[in-house]
């Protein structure tokens, strides 16, 4: 069955690095990733979305990068601010035009 | 253009009850698709309705279903309530025909807790 996975629960970085979170999946590439971002006790908000042949994409401080050898995408906040601190979560369909399954997310926090 | 909005946003019920979760989605938007995100468990695909016919189904026991109606809004219903059910339900709602080909736009959730 298609996994997505995210290794870190939690990440703890100093204000003004740039914070490096991974998604691997499992199976076959899917056509696209996604990745959200979740504030406590609200929805996950849509940030990125990169495609099966997109090896980056950038928004703002934000950057995706998509690896089909590696089975890997990284997102990446540059200049962080404890603004940022939040649960990110990165998502795949299942297969081809189906439901979405998420990974268990990774909590970034920032510290002044 | 008004979000997703999702009644009621919290809800205490017992177990053996049942309950109906309501969801309306972005103006102009047709498919829908509901979530269950426990701190175990994460967020979970429960199903997805398109245009009031049910496109996709998650792992899930038939105690939960669902429906569109032709204005696009969306009901979740659990029966049977058990502890397990409690959890935060989560809608979300894109333009096109299958979700997840492009943005999901999440509404704020339903906080469901079972005694």
């Known amino acids: ?112 | 253009k008004a979000g997703v909005t999702q009644t009621p946003r919290y809800l205490i019920k017992t177990r053996g009850q049942q309950v109906t979760l309501s969801c309306s989605p972005i103006s102009g938007h047709r498919s829908v698709s509901w979530y269950q995100q426990t701190p175990g468990q994460g967020l979970q695909f429960l199903f997805e309705y398109f245009s009031e016919t049910q496109r996709n189904k998650g792992n899930f026991p038939g105690r939960f279903s669902g429906r569109q109606f032709s204005n696009s809004r969306s009901e979740m219903n659990v029966s049977t309530l058990e502890l397990g059910d409690s959890a935060l339900y989560l809608c979300a709602s894109s333009l096109g025909e299958t979700t997840g080909k492009g943005e999901q736009f999440f509404g704020p959730g339903t906080r469901l807790t079972v005694l």
């Open chain 1, 1 to 112: 069955s298609q996994k997505i996975e995210q290794n870190s629960e939690a990440l703890n970085i100093q204000e003004g690095k740039t914070a490096t979170l991974t998604c691997n999946y499992t199976n076959y590439s899917p056509a696209y990733l996604q990745w959200y971002r979740q504030d406590p006790g609200r929805g996950p908000v849509f940030l990125l979305l990169i495609r099966e042949n997109e090896k980056e994409k950038r928004k703002e401080r934000l950057k995706v990068t998509f690896d089909t050898t590696l089975k890997q995408s990284l997102f990446h906040i540059t200049a962080s601010q404890p603004a940022d601190s939040a649960t990110y979560l990165c998502a795949r369909p299942y297969s081809s035009a189906s439901k979405i399954i998420f990974g268990s997310g990774t909590r970034l926090s920032i510290r002044p």
